[in-house]
T-cell receptor
Framework: DTGVSQDPRHKITKRGQNVTFRCDPISEHNRLYWYRQTLGQGPEFLTYFQNEAQLEKSRLLSDRFSAERPKGSFSTLEIQRTEQGDSAMYLC?????????????FGPGTRLTVL | AQKITQTQPGMFVQEKEAVTLDCTYDTSDQSYGLFWYKQPSSGEMIFLIYQGSYDEQNATEGRYSLNFQKARKSANLVISASQLGDSAMYFCAMREGNTGNQFYFGTGTSLTVIP
């Protein structure tokens, strides 16, 4: 198993453009999480999926953001009409279950720069 | 109130020495889990160690140990015999028993190991 992968690793876009990121979780993990990390801060929760169902969304996830996990495997995070404030590292994590001991394993992240 | 507080923005340690990174947490749940992650400059969050609220013994994983003081709500990470490769950002995180869907992260501590 190669762990959580994310694509692309870096994305530079102009304000107003749409961007889409992909996350491939560890294969046997049914839970998938998206976080956003800005400079000097820890990751902040955006949303999570159990299989294909999106079960929770943070208030940080404005209506310009949408996430999907169509077959319960990989997930995509789309940002429409990007703004400079969207510049951040977008991290994906996956886990097997919801027990307290259940560790979230993170991917390398996608660094977004909005010009 | 912040769920996780890390009061040390930056720390320096001599190679081969031990270092303690501080973390305090805030929760009203009786059941919760505490995690430490390492984030090198490459950006990936690497899981280090876990401590459950009901665990009676402090967690240890190789050179990492967790000094868990429940009454003080602190979960400090101790790294023994520091190595140059330990230079990175370190994040403390908590999962609460009642929600369990997201991790709350602190702002991190930047550790620099000096040769």
């Amino acid at each position: 198993d190669t762990g959580v992968s994310q694509d692309p690793r870096h994305k530079i876009t102009k304000r107003g453009q749409n961007v889409t990121f992909r996350c491939d979780p560890i294969s046997e993990h049914n839970r998938l999480y998206w976080y956003r990390q800005t400079l000097g801060q820890g990751p902040e929760f955006l949303t999570y999926f159990q299989n294909e169902a999106q079960l929770e969304k943070s208030r940080l996830l404005s209506d310009r953001f949408s996430a999907e996990r169509p077959k319960g495997s990989f997930s995509t995070l789309e940002i429409q009409r990007t703004e400079q404030g969207d510049s951040a590292m977008y991290l994906c994590a996956s886990s097997q279950g919801l027990a307290l001991t259940d560790t979230q394993y993170f991917g390398p992240g996608t660094r977004l720069t909005v010009l | 109130a912040q769920k996780i507080t890390q009061t040390q923005p930056g720390m320096f340690v001599q190679e081969k020495e031990a270092v303690t990174l501080d973390c305090t947490y805030d929760t009203s749940d009786q059941s919760y889990g505490l995690f430490w992650y390492k984030q090198p400059s490459s950006g990936e969050m690497i899981f280090l160690i876990y401590q459950g609220s009901y665990d009676e013994q402090n967690a240890t994983e190789g050179r990492y140990s967790l000094n868990f003081q429940k009454a003080r709500k602190s979960a400090n990470l101790v790294i023994s015999a520091s190595q140059l490769g330990d230079s990175a950002m370190y994040f403390c995180a908590m999962r609460e028993g009642n929600t369990g869907n997201q991790f709350y992260f602190g702002t991190g501590t930047s550790l620099t190991v000096i040769p």
